[in-house]
C-alpha cells in the first residue's frame, strides 16, 4: 500500500540533459559483455543504436569515429545484468523498469549502483554516472544503510576524486562522530579512503568527535547541495582505459543475421 511506503529523497537538480540528434536511431550494432570469469562464448548480447551509444558515451563515441564500418562493439569484463541496466537507461532514462517495486522500495541494490557508476566512469557517461549516485544516494536513505560497507569496492573500483568516493567521505564525516571506528574499519579501510577522510575534516575545520547533525537536517543540506557537489554536467576527457573492443562482422565470421 501506498501509506507503507518509505518515501524516496530526490535531490535538488534543475539541468536537462540535451537531446538526441535525428540520426541517432538510423543503425543498429550488436554490444557483447561477459563476466571476467565467463568464456566469450557465453557472451550476452544487446542490438544498440550506433548513434545512442555515441551520443552518450565520449569513449564509446570516439571507438566508433574511429572504425565507423565496425558493428560488434565487445565489453569483456563488464557484467551482462549491469550491461542491460545501461543500455535500458540510454533508451528511457531509468535504470530499472519500475522505480519502487510492490513495497515501495528501490528496487537496485547499491552494489547494482556502485557498479553501474563505475560503468559510467569508465566510459564517460557522466549522465550515466549522475543517475547512478542519485539513486545510490535514495536507496542508502531508504534502507538506513550506511555507504561505507562499500568502501572497499568503492576504491578499488573508481577514480581518485569520483563522485562516489566524494560521496562516501562526505557521509561519513557528516554522520559518523568516528568514536569507534578502529573497531569497525581495522584491517578493511584503505588508505587512500583514510586519507580523504582527514583531508575533508581539516577542510572543513571539523574534529573528528563533533557531533553531527540530526537525520532531517542532514538530509535537507544534502538535498540543496547534491547536485553541485556529486553531478557531473561537464564535458569529459578520455578516462585512463583501454576501451571497449570494436569487431567487424565479416573479420568475426559472422553475416548481418547470424545470432
Keep these: 500500500m501506498a501509506a507503507d511506503r518509505?518515501?524516496?529523497?530526490?535531490?535538488?537538480?534543475?539541468?536537462?540533459?540535451?537531446?538526441?540528434?535525428l540520426d541517432a536511431f538510423e543503425r543498429l550494432i550488436l554490444v557483447r559483455a561477459w563476466k571476467p570469469y565467463q568464456?566469450?562464448?557465453?557472451?550476452?548480447?544487446?542490438?544498440?543504436?550506433?548513434?545512442?551509444l555515441s551520443h552518450h558515451s565520449v569513449v564509446f563515441r570516439e571507438t566508433l569515429q574511429r572504425t565507423p564500418r565496425k558493428n560488434i562493439l565487445e565489453l569483456p569484463g563488464e557484467d551482462p545484468d549491469i550491461v542491460g541496466s545501461v543500455v535500458y537507461w540510454m533508451y528511457t532514462g531509468k535504470l530499472s523498469q519500475a522505480a519502487l517495486d510492490a513495497q515501495g522500495k528501490i528496487p537496485l541494490t547499491l552494489e547494482q549502483l556502485c557498479q553501474v557508476f563505475s560503468f559510467g566512469e569508465k566510459n564517460g557517461i557522466p549522465e550515466l554516472r549522475n543517475i547512478a549516485i542519485t539513486?545510490?544516494?535514495?536507496?542508502?536513505?531508504?534502507?538506513s544503510i550506511s555507504p561505507d560497507t562499500l568502501m572497499r569496492w568503492i576504491y578499488a573500483n573508481t577514480l581518485p576524486g569520483s563522485a562516489l568516493r566524494r560521496y562516501?567521505?562526505?557521509?561519513?564525516?557528516e554522520r559518523c562522530n568516528f568514536?569507534?571506528?578502529?573497531?569497525?574499519w581495522q584491517g578493511i579501510a584503505p588508505a587512500a579512503f583514510l586519507l580523504d577522510i582527514l583531508a575533508r575534516l581539516r577542510m572543513l575545520q571539523k574534529?573528528?568527535?563533533?557531533?553531527?547533525?540530526t537525520r532531517d537536517e542532514w538530509l535537507a543540506d544534502k538535498k540543496r547541495v547534491f547536485c553541485e557537489r556529486y553531478h557531473?554536467?561537464?564535458?569529459?576527457?578520455?578516462p585512463p582505459n583501454e576501451g571497449p573492443v570494436i569487431v567487424d562482422l565479416m573479420d568475426a565470421g559472422l553475416s548481418d543475421d547470424e545470432e
Design 6 to 21: 518509505l518515501p524516496v529523497v530526490t535531490p535538488d537538480c534543475s539541468y536537462e540533459e540535451p537531446g538526441l540528434s
Design 39 to 52: 568464456q566469450k562464448k557465453d557472451r550476452k548480447e544487446f542490438s544498440v543504436h550506433r548513434g545512442l
Design 135 to 143: 539513486i545510490f544516494f535514495q536507496k542508502s536513505v531508504q534502507d
Design 168 to 173: 562516501l567521505v562526505d557521509y561519513m564525516v
Design 179 to 184: 568514536l569507534n571506528v578502529e573497531n569497525v
Design 207 to 213: 574534529p573528528p568527535s563533533a557531533q553531527p547533525p
Design 232 to 238: 557531473d554536467h561537464t564535458p569529459v576527457a578520455l
